[in-house]
C-alpha cells in the first residue's frame, strides 16, 4: 500500500483529530483556531529539536500535545514518552485525553491494535502500536527516568514538577537523558509558571535561541503589537471604567487600547486580526505557520533549532466571556494577593513577581506612610477596622524587640507600637520590664481599648530558658515560645498538643513561608482609608517606624544554594541589611496571628460596632492567666 507523504501538525489535527466528550467543552472533529496553527505545526516540526511553551489557561494546550503525540506516532512512528507532574496526574491524563480521544478517531485503529482491548499493551502507563512506543509516566518517580530510550519527550506542566528527585538530581536534566541516541531528538515542554526564581519554565525558556510571540495588526492603524495587560500607568493594554459601581459593570466596558493610535479594539475584532497576525522573535525573525520562517527583511531562514513560545489566554477567540470576562476576573482578585497570583500564573501566563525579587525598596515602602490616628498618634494608635492585636518578641543578648500588629479583615494590618528594651533577659530587671510591657493597652480613635491578645516570643539561642519562664510566669497560652525552621516548605506554625518538658508550648514557625507571604504583601498599595485585603499600612512616626526599621523589613531575598552533595534547595538570607528584627517581628506577630485563627477560632471579620473591653474573667488572656504555669 503506498504510504502518503507527511503533512503539517495542524493539517493532519483538522483532519484526524477528535474531542472526546467530557474532556471538552465541545466535543467532535477539531479546528485549529488561528493563534494555535503555528503553536501545534512548531511542537510537529521535527526540524525544531528543543520547544518551551509559557502558557496561560484557556489556549488549548493539552488538545494540542495529544494531536501531536497522535501526529507523530501515525506518520513518523516516533517512540515517544510523556511526563506529567504525578503518577497520578499521569494515569488521569491518559483516561481523559488519550483513551477518550482515540476511541473517537477511526485513524488510530489503523496504528493501534489493541485500541479497545485490556492489554498489557494498552494500559494507562504505556500504549504499543504498530512500529511505535508511547508511555505516560509521572514525572515525580525516580524508575521513571530510568531504561527508556524515545525519540520525542512531551513535559506536561513541569512547574508542577519536584525542583529535584531525591539524589538524583534535577528532573528535566533526568527526562532528557532519555532522547541519547534519537535521529531526530525532539524535546516538548508546557505549563503554567509559578514563581519566578523558582520556576522551571523560566530556565527552559532561557534556554531557547527565540521566543516567539504572537503579533496581531490594530484594525484601526495598522500597528502590530503583542497583547499584553498592561497597568494602569501604560497607555496601551487592557482598559475599563473605573468609575462603574460594580465589578460587571466596569468588565463590560473592558477593551484593548492600541499602542500605535491609542484607540479601543474590542473582542469581536479578535478573529480577523489573528487571521492577519503573525509569530515574531525578539531578532525579528517571523512565521505565520510554524513551517517557514523569516528575517526582518522577509527572506527565507533556515528554522531555529529551539524556539521559546509565549502565549496566554487574551488571544482565545472562543472565550464565553471575552475580554469582558478576563477583566472581570481580575476586578474580583485585585486585591487579595493570593488570588492575584493565580490570576497572574493562570490567566497571564506570567510568572508571580511577588515572592521573589532582587531588592524590596525601603525607601518606597517609607514613602507610602500613612495616619489614620487622631491628633497624637501614641494615645489611639489602633485603627477602627482593627479586629485584633498580636504581638512578636525578638530576643537578642544586649535586648528585646517588641513589635505590635493590629489585624483586619482579611489579614489587612497595621503597625501599632515598637518597644526596644535594652539588658540581659536573664535579669529580673529587664524581665520585669518586659512583663508590664506585654500587658499594655492601646486605643481607637473611638477611645475603644485591645490588649494583645497573643504573643510569639522567639526562644532560639541561649537564652531558650529565659522565655520559657516568661511564658510559665505570664500565661503559657497566652505568651507562646517559638524557634523558627529555616526550610523552604514548612507550615507557617506547628503549635503542639502538649506543652514540652519545660511545661511550654514551644511552637516551630516556618520562616520561609512567612517571609514569603510578608514580601507577597508588601507590594500591595493603601487605597486611601478604604479596606485593603492582605495590605501592611506603616504609621508616619520615625519612632517606631523610620529608616532603620524599613531596612530591617527588606533585609532579606530568597536565593538558591548547592549543598555538597549537589542538591539545590532555596535559602532565605540577609543580604541588603546586617540586621532583620522588624522582619521577624512581623513574622512572629502573624504566626501568633495564624494561631488564634487556627487553634482558638478566631474570625477576622470587619467590626461592626464598638466593642467593650473584655471583663476580668473573659477572654483568652484571661483563660491564658488561669492556665499560667499549668
Known sequence: MKR??????TEWANEHYRLASGSSQEEGAWVTLPFQVAILNMICNR????LSFQKSARIGWTKMLVAAVSCLLHQYKTNTVIYQPTDDDAKNFTIDEIDGAWEEMPIIRKIFNYLFARDQNNTTKKKVGIGWILDILGAGTPKNMRRIT?????GDEVDGWDWELGKEGDPISLARTRLQGAAFPMERWGTTPTNAG???IEKLMAEMDLTFRFYLPCPNCGHEQVLEWGTPETKYGFKWDDSQPSIELKAKTAHYCCVGCEQPIYYRSLLSMERRGRWMAEDFTWTKDGLHFFDIDNNPVLTPTSVGIH???AYNPKMTDGWIGLVRDFLQKRNDPAKLKTFTNLMLGELWEGEYRDKLEWEVLKGRREIWWVGERKTNPVPERAVVLTGGIDTQDDRIEMFIWAWGAQEECWLVDHIVLLGDLSSEVLKDAAGQQLHNQYK???GESMDVRLWCWDAMGHKTDDVYEMSRRHGVMWVIPIQGENQYGKPIQNFPRKKNSKKVYLTRLGTDGLKARLYGRLGITPKNGEPTPGCVHFPVDDEIAGDEFFKQLCSATKKQEIQK??????RWVKQYHPFDEALDGWNYAHAALNILVQKFGLKLDEPKVKQKSESKTGGLKALAERLSGG
Open 311 to 313: 502565549c496566554w489566554a
Open 565 to 570: 552533595s549537589g542538591r539545590r534547595v532555596w
Open 444 to 446: 481607637k480613635p473611638s
Open 4 to 9: 502518503s507523504p507527511p503533512v503539517s501538525g
Open 47 to 50: 526540524s525544531i529539536r528543543r
Open 198 to 200: 523558582e520556576s522551571h
Open 150 to 154: 524515545k525519540a520525542a519527550l512531551f
